[in-house]
């Protein structure tokens, strides 16, 4: 079955770790993207990416970096920069074109203490 | 920049009842527009979309919603609602305008969460 899977569904990390969340599709879609949900605000673009080895900042970058190297993968590192990393990420991808939706995984929960 | 509200973070109502959640974009030109559903601790999923055409549109779950370009609105209905329906739902938009920084680019609600009682 073509997807989007993410690794892993919990995470838990200690305060001053980088950790990489990965997100992998098989749907042959150009575009992918990470988004940071948090309760009551919606889900916020971090980065997004239309083609190998390009990707573009979103609304709320600082903090995280990203990387795409192959067309299936984008995985996603939260640095010790981020301030509060704590939150529900989502990654997303769509084909290239106007009218197309985003498809999306089902999510990695990271902890930060 | 194009801005989504969402009225009403919390709906309720009771199984077998109408379903109303409520979306207002801010755009200078329409935008195409989306209804996603997300159940606890997964992901979001595709329930309707608007691009072009009739204004009704008909989704999964045997949700609707209508545009309204004279209101700027996507409301999103289901006549009877069902246990299955609780989830928290997202309306989010898309600039028609191609290329540039905002291409693809989903600016989202801050969702609404439906509960459904007995």
């Known amino acids: 079955d073509g997807g989007i899977t993410q690794s892993p569904k919990y995470l838990f990390r200690k305060e001053g770790q980088n950790v990489t969340l990965s997100c992998e599709q098989n749907?042959?879609?150009?575009?992918m993207y990470w988004y940071r949900q948090d309760p009551g605000q919606g889900l916020r673009l971090i980065y997004y990416?239309?083609?190998?080895?390009?990707?573009q900042k979103g609304d709320i970058a600082e903090g995280y970096s990203v990387s795409r190297e192959k067309k299936e993968s984008f995985p996603l590192t939260v640095t010790s920069a981020q301030k509060n990393p704590t939150a529900f990420y989502l990654c997303a991808s769509s084909r290239q074109g106007l009218l197309l939706e985003q498809y999306f995984g089902p999510g990695t929960r990271l902890t930060v203490t | 920049a194009q801005s989504v509200t969402q009225l009403g973070s919390h709906v309720s109502v009771s199984e077998g009842a109408l379903v109303l959640l409520r979306c207002n974009y801010s755009?200078?030109?329409?935008?195409?527009l989306f209804w996603y559903v997300q159940y606890p601790n997964q992901g979001l999923q595709l329930l309707l979309k608007?691009?072009?055409?009739?204004?009704l549109v008909k989704g999964i779950n045997g949700f609707e919603a209508e545009f309204k370009k004279s209101e700027t609105s996507f409301h999103l209905t289901k006549p009877s609602a069902h246990m299955s329906d609780a989830a928290e739902y997202f309306c989010a938009v898309r600039s028609r305008g191609g290329g540039g920084t905002s291409y693809g680019k989903l600016t989202f609600g801050q969702g609404t969460i439906l509960t459904v009682h007995p």
């Open positions: 755009s200078s030109v329409p935008p195409y």
């Open positions: 608007y691009t072009t055409g009739a204004t």
């Open positions: 990416s239309q083609i190998v080895n390009d990707f």
């Open positions: 749907l042959n879609h150009d575009a």
